[in-house]
């Protein structure tokens, strides 16, 4: 069965902290992406991958780092430096290049004590 | 600024009834639009998209409709069952002059009641 998972589901931090969210898929997307959404809000681009060993800026990508070095894995690791980290991040992957996710996973709710 | 807008926070319908969920967008160089649905603490699922070359697509009880002239595209469900109930999102994007990124509404929270 293709798809993305991202683990945990949720997750405790304190203040100050680093935090890693996982993200996997195994539907062979050479694009990978980060969206985080606020109560209210739409979802909103942190960084994104079109290629491993390769990866860019999204809209709001201050305080946040990713790295891929391999295809199948995009983690995003949350800084002490995001001023506002408790949200719901969603990890997405696009085989159409020319759109930047399409298909998403089921999110991490992320909590900042 | 907003470059996509659902003005509608919430949605109530009766089972079996039409659905219409709104969205406008200001760039005209949006030339892809998909419509997501979402329940709570659980990733958006794609339902359906439209390219900006047509102006309708349907795909079983799910149509959505695109005004380019009025920047406005509104997706209808019918009928509506209770399972439909959910925050539906839209999405814009430019796939060849915009880089493809997806600019999201803020979400239509739809109840539908039995």
């Known amino acids: 069965d293709g798809g993305i998972t991202q683990s945990p589901k949720y997750l405790f931090r304190k203040e100050g902290q680093n935090v890693t969210l996982s993200c996997e898929q195994n539907?062979?997307?050479?694009?990978m992406y980060w969206y985080r959404q606020d109560p209210g809000q739409g979802l909103r681009l942190i960084y994104y991958s079109q290629i491993v060993n390769d990866f860019q800026k999204g809209d709001i990508a201050e305080g946040y780092s990713v790295s891929r070095e391999k295809k199948e894995s995009f983690p995003l690791t949350v800084t002490s430096a995001q001023k506002n980290p408790t949200a719901f991040y969603l990890c997405?992957?696009?085989?159409?290049?020319?759109?930047?996710?399409?298909?998403f996973g089921p999110g991490t709710r992320l909590t900042v004590l | 600024d907003q470059q996509v807008k659902q003005n509608s926070p919430s949605l109530s319908v009766q089972e079996g009834r039409i659905s219409i969920l709104n969205c406008d967008y200001t760039n005209s160089m949006f030339d892809y639009f998909l419509w997501y649905k979402k329940y709570p603490a659980e990733g958006p699922t794609f339902l359906i998209s439209i390219s900006s070359i047509k102006d309708k697509n349907e795909d079983g009880r799910f149509t959505v409709f695109l005004n380019k002239s009025a920047k406005h595209l509104s997706l209808h469900i019918v009928p509506s069952q209770p399972g439909d109930s959910a925050v539906y999102f839209c999405a814009a994007s430019g796939r060849y002059n915009q880089g493809g990124k997806l600019i999201f509404g803020q979400g239509t929270e739809l109840s539908v009641k039995p």
């Open positions: 539907l062979n997307h050479d694009a």
């Open positions: 997405a992957s696009s085989i159409d290049p020319y759109l930047m996710g399409k298909f």
